[in-house]
């Protein structure tokens, strides 16, 4: 059973910062892997998605890798800014499923401190 | 605008009775999903639609139900056996596995 865990639950940095979340999985049979975005009573918004014959992908000032081989993903994000401040979620797409479920961590609350 | 739409944002439900979150999507997408969120647990997926009129459980649809007559449509209704609905639920869609999935903004349910 394809389980996504990621650590740590919760980050503080200091404005400036850069900094990586991490994301792991247990089976390495996927379609993709995304990464989402989630302010405090809102919906997800999607950053990132990795498919998997991809090795990162890049928007602005963030980076994700993935290694499927380790059941590994990083998001990376550069010069970290106070409006970076919400909950990151990463999700993969398990090959051998039916309608392409997802299945998602529990997430990483980032604080970006001015 | 493209995109998906969750209403009510709020809704309040009295013991005993039935209620229905409305999700509608004008992006042209297949594919469906409620998942519902509860603080320190993540996301877990209700229901799932890949086609009209056909819909599948997920891993806790028991107290739900849904229905799929429209593909930009996918209602779902919290019915009185699911003792403890307080959650934020999310619904979402994509056109086929390898793309991206979008979500709405969420309805808010709360047992009076």
Redesign the interface.
């Known amino acids: 059973k394809q389980e996504v865990t990621q650590i740590p639950a919760a980050l503080s940095v200091p404005e400036g910062e850069n900094l990586v979340l991490n994301c792991s999985f247990t089976d390495s049979a996927i379609?993709?892997l995304?990464w989402?975005r989630q302010d405090p009573?809102?919906?997800?918004?999607?950053l990132l998605?990795i498919?998997s014959s991809q090795r990162e992908q890049t928007s602005g000032r963030l980076n994700a890798s993935l290694d499927k081989s380790s059941g590994r993903s990083t998001l990376y994000i550069a010069a970290s800014q106070p409006g970076d401040s919400a909950t990151y979620?990463c999700?993969v797409?398990p090959f051998y499923n039916?309608?392409?479920?997802?299945i998602?961590?529990?997430?990483t609350e980032l604080s970006v401190k001015p | 605008d493209g995109g998906i739409t969750q209403s009510p944002k709020y809704l309040f439900r009295k013991e005993g009775q039935n209620v229905t979150l409305s999700c509608e999507q004008n992006l042209n997408h297949d594919a469906m999903y409620w998942y519902r969120q509860d603080p320190g647990q993540g996301l877990r997926l209700i229901y799932y639609s890949q086609i009209v009129n056909d819909f599948q459980k997920g891993d806790i649809a028991e107290g739900y139900s849904v229905s799929r007559e429209k593909k930009e449509s996918f209602p779902l209704t919290v019915t009185s056996a699911q003792k403890n609905p307080t959650a934020f639920y999310l619904c979402a869609s994509r056109l086929a596995p390898g793309e991206k999935l979008f979500f709405g903004s969420g309805t808010q349910l709360s047992v009076l």
Do not use: E, P
Request: aromatic share 12%; glycine share 24%.
């Open positions: 379609y993709n995304q989402f009573g809102k919906g997800l918004t999607s998605l498919q979620l999700a797409t039916q309608g392409g479920k997802l998602f961590g529990q997430g």
